[in-house]
């Protein structure tokens, strides 16, 4: 069974700092690059950074270019989000997703979410 599990969700300030993990399970982490999506009320879902679990390469939307990185660790298949310079505009429910070949900043190319964690920035 494919499983992703987030954590690292919470109430931030604005101009802080949060870092989420996803633990992946159920399928081969190598074959897959792993990316987070965040959907706010009432707004689209949007995919925000992804990485190749193949080779580490990394990618990440315009919105949080320069402020959030992410990173993994393959002897543990687990992929981090570090969220820095925190803004209210990020408050979201942020995704863990798995996608099999495709372009990973694209929603519906995902092949497997989490359930999500909700990270919400106050002013």
């Known amino acids: 069974e494919v499983q992703l599990v987030e954590s690292g969700g919470g109430l931030v300030q604005a101009g802080g700092s949060l870092r989420l993990s996803c633990a992946a399970s159920?399928?081969?982490?190598?074959?897959?690059?792993v990316g987070w999506l965040r959907q706010a009320p009432g707004k689209e879902s949007e995919a925000i950074s992804c990485i190749s679990s193949s080779d580490g390469t990394a990618y990440y939307a315009d919105s949080v270019k320069g402020r959030f990185t992410i990173s993994s660790d393959n002897a543990k298949n687990t992929v981090y989000l570090q969220m820095n310079s925190l803004k209210p505009e990020d408050t979201a429910v942020y995704y863990c997703?798995?996608?099999?070949?495709?372009?990973?900043?694209?929603?519906?190319?995902?092949?497997?979410w989490g359930q999500g964690t909700q990270v919400t920035v106050s002013s």
């Open positions: 997703a798995a996608v099999d070949g495709g372009g990973c900043l694209i929603v519906d190319e995902y092949d497997y």
């Open positions: 159920g399928f081969t982490f190598d074959d897959y690059a």
